[in-house]
């Protein structure tokens, strides 16, 4: 199945067709293996193909590079559906990594550069990362020390990243790098790396959760790519990095609201079936007053997510808005928060259940604290929030 053409004309019909289709897809292709994926360390690359197949690798693409136009409504459906319905952070986490790496590819790369790196990633044959994050930097992007010297008709790279998702696998790699200026955000550059290319070496990491997705620490030495990789202008880098984060906040809080709904139909779906003292556990009101909290959170959460979705889609994303800016910072925070206080309950619900591997509750509990970091750490969304909004 191929995803439907989507734009601002998108109907109900088809956004609930596509959340449908999504929600089989998910429990067909992916609840089934997440616990097998997790205690492997890794999905099959096979899933990529399978969901390019399905029109999800290309979503929000031009149709020119194999993509399909889709709205960010759109996107959120899918996004939400394959969170509640697949319980696996380290799935979404892996076989979306494209659409952090891609992004600055598609609004600065050349057009030779768009066809040659986003093409075959949207048709599932090649894997794409983001390499932002060094071991002494974390969030201060304007701080990072990996260097690329222009050589003739080349860039050679030194230096290093962590925490780079999809890593391990990645045939092409957006990095961060210094140009320029010694220190600084204007110095910084983004330059996209071939996976294969020579002095680029890869080292897995073990993580808390998303087990199944690869986490990398690379090493640069030496690493030489030609200068036609350069993503736009030497010294604009820091720019499209800030502006990517945007986006992946965004999807980040609507998959928190997915994850936190799938902790609530699997503790409502044994609150159920448990029984205690001749009792079924949703017959007790403290086990319905958490029922009923983990409502009100997640119901909060997808009001303001559709409302920013919308305010993104009429450009407030592309504008950068300053206060749709502040809004998604917020939103992330609240987002992760809730699927906190989602994944604790569930697991109080479940009882010894939910502390045995194997159930989504488990999973996603473990995999809490990577939302509530990854695209920046909730202290970095308050100040950052503060600022967009003059306080």
Known sequence: MSAPHAGRSEDEEAITAMADAMRRFAEREIAPHAAAWDEAGEFPRALYTL????GLLGLGYPEALGGTPASWRLRNVVTLALCRYGGSGGVMAGLF???????????????????EVITPVLRGEKIAALAITEPGGGSDVAALRTTARRDGGDYVIEGEKVFIT????????????????AKGPAG??????????????????????????????LRFDNVRVPARYLVGEEGAGFRMVMGNFNGERLALAVAA??????????????????????????ERQAVRHKLVDMQ???????????ALALRADAGDEASGDADWVAQVCLLKNHATQTMQFCADQ??????????????????????????????????????????????
């Open 97 to 115: 990594s494209h659409n952090i790496a891609l992004p600055p590819v598609l609004r600065h790369g050349s057009p030779e550069l768009q066809r």
């Open 346 to 391: 569930a697991v109080q619900i479940l009882g010894g259940m939910g502390y045995m591997r194997g159930s989504k509750s488990e999973r996603i509990y473990r995999e809490v604290k990577v939302m509530m970091i990854g695209g920046g750490a909730e202290d970095i969304m308050k100040d950052l929030a503060a600022r967009q909004l003059g306080l």
């Open 51 to 54: 969901s390019a197949g399905m």
């Open 257 to 282: 609201l997915g994850f936190s709904q799938a902790c609530y139909d699997e503790a409502l779906d044994w609150a159920r079936q448990r029984k205690t003292f001749g009792a079924a556990l949703v």
């Open 188 to 217: 910084i550059s983004l330059l996209v790396v071939p996976g294969d290319a020579a002095g680029l070496s890869r080292s897995p990491l073990q993580k808390m959760g998303w087990w199944c997705s690869d986490t990398a620490q």
């Open 296 to 306: 009100m959170r997640m119901a909060s959460t997808s009001a303001w997510a559709d």
């Open 166 to 181: 999809s890593g391990v696998r990645a045939d092409f790699l957006t990095v961060a790098v210094r140009t320029g200026e």
